[in-house]
């Protein structure tokens, strides 16, 4: 079992920068992808940005404004949102996924409003 435990969400306005953090613990293997989605209100869950122990992926409405990062010695991953927009509002979620499965967590919600 893998627990995830986000945080760093909240209220942003137009054009600020958040940095959400994602803890990992439990049965952690270093093969791993970690990464964030999101979801809006009455919208699917979408990729945001993911990270192995050698590439990233974003998605294109992302790239430039959202940066992945993480710390393996933590088992901790980042996500810095830069310039932010009233669209970019949504639970934002992190995922793990290795050999094992796939372990979401709770989730932590971004509002970017003025």
């Known amino acids: 079992q893998v627990q995830l435990v986000e945080s760093g969400g909240g209220l942003v306005q137009p054009g600020g920068s958040l940095r959400l953090s994602c803890a990992a613990s439990?049965?952690?293997?270093?093969?791993?992808?970690m990464g964030w989605y999101r979801q809006a209100p009455g919208k699917e869950r979408e990729l945001v940005a993911t990270i192995t122990s050698g590439s990233t992926n974003y998605a294109d409405s992302m790239k430039g404004r959202f940066t992945i990062s993480r710390d393996n010695a933590k088992n901790t991953v980042y996500l810095q949102m830069n310039s932010l927009k009233p669209e970019d509002t949504a639970v934002y979620y992190c995922?793990?996924?290795?050999?094992?499965?796939?372990?979401w967590g709770q989730g932590t919600q971004v509002t970017v409003s003025s």
């Open positions: 995922k793990y996924s290795s050999w094992s499965g796939d372990y």
């Open positions: 439990g049965s952690i293997f270093s093969m791993n992808i």
